[in-house]
């Protein structure tokens, strides 16, 4: 085998048959059998692994296909008969780049939104991650949010609340250690060469112009009135719930600029109070409260001992009953949720699933808790919000399907 192909590779002379053993020219076809057996060996070989390869291609190419399809989503008929006074949607928990199906969710907004045109788009925080902007010229604005939602119909208003990774949970601690990023510089002034991660970069003129849609509010609460044609107005109050979470207070994270340390946590139920009055005299017809924080919920925040978050939040529950609010909408889950209590008039509306989601979160959940739950979803999505008839529609919508994975009829507050 070895002559043969030195002779074919160098052009050597042949040797003479005549002086071939016939020991030799078994041997000879011997090898030459087991050449030819050897080469079949290999072509298969190299068929099959050819084969394997473009099998994973396939494998992939229809992995990316069905990521990435477009969901052609069909507007259910009953719309066509039911004019909207008012049309907007939920979305929490998303700025990751257009990563952990951030895209996809915003694909699907855009597709709904061919069908209900949202007048606003609400974020219940967490807007960007993994710590918030570190300034106002930071990139990661146009990747988590302007490169993100590009659908024609979602060029509106978006109104932000802060969560806790927009003060700056998860921040990089060599960022601190370096002296790349302040850590507690003493004014905005000292951030002008410098990082300095703060939730306030999201609240400047700055940014704002960066992309006009953009509306944020942090450290207080702000009430928006919207017209709800004959059904009267709705005021959604803004709330920035951070300052209410005990265990922030003692995070590296709180002093960076205009953190959580700086936040009276008593002037902003101060200044909750004093809304939810000037709304009740005023005549509106419906209140919605958002924030980042749930007050109640069946996701990690809330169920496990060590991270109830729910606790810090419970002196709102007697407001939202006197004060005839109709939902409290947040994030900090990674979810979809929607709860309601028999004792309770309010709808608790947790919309926290806008790219990361805690796949099988409620699989352990008693049979007791799922009684108050009308809809709970660990997939990614959004909540579509429609008034119309004196009645508020919730739409939940998900990755997994095309129409609506639950929707609930909300009537106003006696």
Known sequence: ?????????????????????????????????EHQLRKRRLVLGVAIGVGSVALVALIIGLAWAMGHRKLDYICPSAYDTTRPNLVFFVVGDWGRSGNANQRRVARLMGDVAECLPPEFIISTGDNFYPSGL???????????????????????????????????????????NSGRCLAAPPSAEACTSRCCISPWWQTVPDLAARDLRWNATMGGVLTRRFKLGVAGTLDILFMD????????????????????????????????QTQLNASVASGSSWRLVVGHHPVRSYGKHCMEDDKNNCDDMQFMRPWLRS???????????HDQQLLKYPEDQVYYVVSGAGSDT????????????????????DAQG???VVFAGGTMRLHFYTIRQRGPAYTATVNRPA
């Open 1 to 33: 085998m070895g002559t043969q192909a030195l002779c074919t590779e160098y052009d050597l002379e042949e040797e003479d048959p005549f002086f071939t053993s016939d020991v030799e020219k078994v041997g000879r076809s011997r090898n030459t059998y």
């Open 134 to 176: 570190s300034s106002p010229q930071d990139p990661l604005f146009d990747a988590s949010f302007s490169q993100v939602y590009t659908g024609p119909r979602m060029q509106v208003p978006w109104y932000a609340v802060m969560g806790n990774h927009d003060y700056g949970d998860n921040v990089d601690a060599s960022l601190l």
């Open 241 to 272: 719930t951070n300052p209410f979470i005990q265990s922030y207070q003692n995070r590296s994270w709180s002093s960076f600029l205009r953190g959580v340390s700086s936040q009276d946590s008593q002037a902003i139920q101060a200044q909750l």
């Open 323 to 333: 004060y005839r609010v109709a939902a409290y909408i947040n994030g900090h889950e």
């Open 358 to 377: 805690r796949e099988g979160e409620f699989d352990s959940l008693l049979p007791e808790k799922r009684a108050n739950a009308l809809f709970l979803s």
């Open 382 to 384: 959004f909540l579509a």
